[in-house]
T-cell receptor, first 115, second 114 residues
Framework: EPEVTQTPSHQVTQMGQEVILRCVPI?????FYWYRQILGQKVEFLVS????????KSEIFDDQFSVERPDGSNFTLKIRSTKLEDSAMYFC?????????????FGDGTRLSIL | AQSVTQLGSHVSVSEGALVLLRCNYS??????LFWYVQYPNQGLQLLLK??????LVKGINGFEAEFKKSETSFHLTKPSAHMSDAAEYFC????????????FGAGTRLAVHP
């Protein structure tokens, strides 16, 4: 069964550095998402992406964050200048279309640790 | 605004016992409802979903959930727990239409003991 893949599985970065988290969504999916889960807290929506543009973003997704689909397969989340509070598990998800009830398929996540 | 409440952050059952994980939602329009499971060091795996139609939905690994509109609930059950069911379970909702972000509950960690 096709999967969403995320790399790396664990990223350790110094505060203030830029980080790029990578995702390869399922190939025929059209809608892409990033979520994050701070340790011990709930999974939170960050951003959705469709047709090469952001379709919705949360208040967490400030100017330090950006997303890109640089080619036909990758979907990236960039944090420009990381802060300690960016430490979290980041999940990528994709969805085939927006027909009612289509589930989102998740990757295994990238654990981001900011030192 | 939509929200999802999962009662009980930790649930512990004996192997072979009934599993009941509670989820209530608030939404001004009929939502789509999902349960996801997260095993240690893994991503979120879809267990089951409710969109329309039959209110009792069956999922993988013997789990099922019933949508009760009058109670705004979508509780997850399994008749007989197995050790391999130990994981974190998340209830989530989506509004119909739009770009369909998932709104998650806080999660319930299920422990199964012999």
């Amino acid at each position: 069964e096709p999967e969403v893949t995320q790399t790396p599985s664990h990223q350790v970065t110094q505060m203030g550095q830029e980080v790029i988290l990578r995702c390869v969504p399922i190939s025929n999916h059209l809608y892409f998402y990033w979520y994050r889960q701070i340790l011990g807290q709930k999974v939170e929506f960050l951003v959705s992406f469709y047709n090469n543009e952001i379709s919705e973003k949360s208040e967490i997704f400030d100017d330090q964050f950006s997303v890109e689909r640089p080619d036909g397969s990758n979907f990236t989340l960039k944090i420009r200048s990381t802060k300690l509070e960016d430490s979290a598990m980041y999940f990528c998800a994709s969805r085939r279309d927006k027909q009612g009830g289509q589930p989102q398929h998740f990757g295994d996540g990238t654990r981001l640790s900011i030192l | 605004a939509q929200s999802v409440t999962q009662l009980g952050s930790h649930v512990s059952v004996s192997e072979g016992a009934l599993v009941l994980l509670r989820c209530n939602y608030s939404s001004s329009v009929p939502p789509y409802l999902f349960w996801y499971v997260q095993y240690p060091n893994q991503g979120l795996q879809l267990l089951l979903k409710y969109t329309t139609g039959a209110t009792l939905v069956k999922g993988i690994n013997g789990f099922e959930a019933e949508f009760k509109k009058s109670e705004t609930s979508f509780h997850l059950t399994k008749p007989s727990a197995h050790m391999s069911d130990a994981a974190e379970y998340f209830c989530a909702v989506i509004l119909s239409g739009g770009y369909n972000k998932l709104i998650f509950g806080a999660g319930t960690r299920l422990a199964v003991h012999p």
